[in-house]
């Protein structure tokens, strides 16, 4: 069983930086496509921003050109760098497989944007 911890999150204001991190345990890790997804106050679940096991990213068009995913198979660890952030981007962040395999899904990581 693969368990997910994330962590980084916190406050920051709009235009700021913020960078997280989801620390897998078990080895097969490497072997998935993993994504960081997020979860805003009374919506859906969304997938921003994925890597493959090879670690070819691809972002959906809300965060293309302010955040970069990246990938340690090493340290079974996937980061999420945001910049630019805007209010919008409040949420709590998540990572998992893309698609979904591992379950249960980490407690998530609070990322607020703010004034």
């Known amino acids: 069983q693969v368990q997910l911890v994330e962590s980084g999150g916190g406050l920051v204001q709009p235009g700021g930086s913020l960078s997280v991190s989801c620390a897998a345990s078990g080895s097969i890790f490497r072997r998935y496509t993993m994504g960081w997804y997020r979860q805003a106050p009374g919506k859906q679940r969304e997938l921003v921003a994925r890597?493959?096991?090879?670690?070819?990213?691809n972002y959906a068009d809300s965060v293309k050109g302010r955040f970069t995913i990246s990938r340690d198979n090493a340290k079974s660890t996937v980061y999420l760098r945001m910049n630019s952030l805007k209010p919008e981007d409040t949420a709590v962040y998540y990572c998992?497989?893309?698609?979904?395999?591992?379950?249960?899904w980490g407690q998530g990581t609070q990322v607020t944007v703010s004034s």
């Open positions: 890597i493959s096991s090879g670690g070819t990213p």
């Open positions: 998992n497989s893309v698609p979904v395999y591992f379950s249960p």
